[in-house]
């Protein structure tokens, strides 16, 4: 298969497929199944989503490169469905990155192969498995519920593929039994993308299996993230409409009926972290967005959107969790002029301001004031009580932190603290009772929650 994208003004890139091509951009679009043996069609379906992932990053590396209104030419092709196809590579990114690429796909004729693997039929589902908290949950459900499920992981990048080696020689030992990782030639920072490059990797994975269920057990809040601020970019790595524009890609193109399952949709992350806090595999999964520190001492760089929500679950949740490389929330604020340390560590401008973002939404949400934006989003998709609980998860783990002889040293955190007790927003008795509810397991999973199709 062979791809020319087509930019303005006119200049012609390749994104050739295979280790040995030559490349106009520095980059290869190149699906790895390791030891899994796959047909031809399911091949260039990766290597289709494989170049969804590509263009997002030539658009970030190759910011000067025009690409809205490009054209993208790939020669034969053997999927199924071809003008379904190109709407669907068309429409993810429009819809992750806001770019309009014009797609023309020539497929050739279908060579008849086998589709599953008659070695090892024996899963009943796939599931997304990344080395995070909400993998571990989706793990700890199979096993309550007796699915034998094939775990999935992509990896572009050498972080998070030194944390796995090491979940799978440690503390996963003997659990991930049927482990299928798959290399993409992609590494960088974390791509709005590459939730449809997974799922569509799970689809092609569950066709071999035989199976036609797909896991993901992303916890609500980062599947529905709202803007926080009028101008914020959000994560769409699990938003409903990537999972459903993966869904439809494998559906059409290998006609193969996928069905998605997000069974912790309807829970915060500390609601999903309380319901495996006795796993010992826990304390050792990783939430950071930077996974250049996965496989060090300290794999949390603690100031990360995925790190404050760690960081507020597992005091929610009373789990016990590893020291992170910075405390924003509860660490001192450094103004300027002030001495380097006071024994608990200083945070930068820059964190605090990513910290207040984040405080300042929670404030809004409880008290039912966020800016539009915010409001049609979680009301499109009726989350508006998931986000109360989420906000209240924060303002819980402030009054852990700032009650009278609590371990917070920020004075800038601890008057959004204040701020909020004066507005009846949080105080001993709701903070007692979030983590009683929290404790309780009062709200569970259910793998009775497929995907609902954003068409």
Known sequence: ???DLITRPPSRLTLPFGPDEPSTTGRRVSVDFKSLSVDESSSDLAQLSALVFAIEGLRRTHPSVDLDGASVRIRGCSVHGGPEIQTTLQAVLEFCIDVSLDFSLGVRRLVPG??????NTQSNAILLFSGGTDSLSGLALCEQHRIRATSVFVAHGSGTTGLI???LGESLAGRLTDFCPIHVQRRGDLQQTRGFLYAVLGGIV???RNTRDLIVSESGPTMFIPPMTPLDEVTLTTNPVVLALAQRLVRNS??????IHTPFRDLTKAESIAWIRRDPALIETNSCARPQFASHPHPHCGSCFGCLVR????LVA???DVAHRSDPLFSRFAWPGDSPDDGHGTVSAEQMADVLAVLSFCREVMLDRVHPAAREQMATYHVEPLFRRFSLDFLTALHLGYQRGGFGRSSVVQRVYEACLKDSLISASIA???????SELKHKPSLDSPLVLAE
Not at 254 to 259: A, K, S, T, V
Request: net charge positive; glycine share 6%.
């Open 165 to 167: 080696n090491r979940l």
């Open 432 to 438: 007692t009772e979030r983590m009683a509810e929290v």
């Open 318 to 320: 009373g789990a016990r």
């Open 206 to 208: 569950g066709r071999v």
């Open 114 to 119: 086998p589709t599953t693997d008659a070695k």
């Open 254 to 259: 290998l006609e193969w009926n996928l069905r």
């Open 311 to 314: 960081r507020v679950s597992f």
């Open 1 to 3: 298969m062979r791809i």
